[in-house]
Nanobody, 123 residues
Framework: QVQLVESGGGLVQPGGSLRLSCEVS?????????SGWFRQTPGKEREGIAT???????FYADSMKGRVNISRDHDEPILYLEINNLEPSDTAVYYC????????????????WGQGTQVTVSS
């Protein structure tokens, strides 16, 4: 059974940074699949943030480009998302996800999702 468990969310001050983690199990290799991060707030559509493909190529949503970085752990099946210069509008539940193909962009739909981790940006 494929499971994704996010961590690292919490309360952060505006202008701060966070590093979210996603531990993946049930996959032979995390880097055999494209993976990514999404976020959602009540009343809004799910927003794709970033993806990383099997070949290591990364894609970022235009709205987040320059403030986020997606990466995979070198040794463990862990996906990371670094978010810089956080703003109150970044408050959302952040989800990691895995696709059923080796390459993906943030506008595509994954097949496996984590439960999400809450990020709240407030002073």
């Amino acid at each position: 059974q494929v499971q994704l468990v996010e961590s690292g969310g919490g309360l952060v001050q505006p202008g701060g940074s966070l590093r979210l983690s996603c531990e993946v199990s049930g996959l032979r290799r995390l880097d055999y699949y494209a993976s990514g991060w999404f976020r959602q707030t009540p009343g809004k559509e799910r927003e794709g943030i970033a993806t990383i493909s099997v070949n290591g190529r990364t894609f970022y949503a235009d709205s987040m480009k320059g403030r986020v970085n997606i990466s995979r752990d070198h040794d463990e099946p862990i996906l990371y998302l670094e978010i810089n210069n956080l703003e109150p509008s970044d408050t959302a539940v952040y989800y990691c996800a895995v696709f059923d193909y080796p390459a993906a962009t943030p506008d595509q739909t994954p097949i496996y999702w984590g439960q999400g981790t809450q990020v709240t940006v407030s002073s």
